[in-house]
């Protein structure tokens, strides 16, 4: 039964509250993929930070993917007058794109100049992920917009 936004408001923000739990949770497994050894000397830090340099390629180019979507996420959802059961189960299934994308970061971060490593962040990031997340939001908009008066 669609339930409009107004007279809801607690329901829709706990909603929307744990969609942008879930983009920060994902956001925050990127960074746990960084770092570097303890006590190191001198030059020793330069070259631990350049032997990152893959890591911090993926996990800046998976930083700007994630934020995006989280914008695009928000945009939408402001515009939302109402939600019900098929709205919530599409924005799991949107968030469940989303979370995917910290582990083929590690991968690309991690084997980098591995073919099957690039292959992974290039079929689980931008192409499958994105497109299943834009269809998620689509249907979402769709559900959404069914609710409308």
């Known amino acids: 039964m669609p339930k409009r936004?107004?007279?809801?408001?607690?329901?829709?923000?706990?909603?929307?509250?744990?969609?942008?739990?879930?983009?920060?949770?994902?956001?925050?497994?990127?960074?746990?993929?960084?770092?570097?050894?303890k006590h190191l000397q001198g030059s020793e830090v330069a070259s631990a930070l350049w032997d990152q340099r893959e890591s911090l390629l993926a996990y800046a180019i998976s930083f700007a993917v994630?934020?995006?979507f989280?914008?695009?996420?928000?945009r939408f959802f402001s515009g939302v007058v109402g939600f019900d059961s098929r709205l919530i189960a599409l924005n799991l299934f949107y968030l469940g794109a989303i979370v995917l994308i910290?582990?083929?970061?590690?991968?690309l971060g991690e084997y980098g100049g591995k073919t099957a490593a690039v292959a992974l962040y290039?079929?689980?990031?931008?192409?499958?992920?994105a497109a299943v997340a834009a269809i998620m939001l689509a249907l979402a908009a769709w559900a959404a917009w069914r609710i409308r008066p």
Not at 70 to 74: A, E, F, G, R, S
Not at 102 to 107: A, C, L, Q, R, Y
């Open 5 to 37: 936004r107004e007279g809801h408001e607690i329901e829709f923000s706990r909603i929307v509250a744990f969609s942008d739990g879930v983009f920060a949770i994902a956001i925050t497994l990127l960074v746990l993929n960084l770092g570097i050894p």
């Open 122 to 129: 290039e079929v689980a990031r931008p192409l499958p992920f």
């Open 102 to 107: 910290p582990f083929s970061s590690e991968v």
């Open 66 to 68: 994630i934020g995006r």
């Open 70 to 74: 989280w914008l695009v996420h928000h």
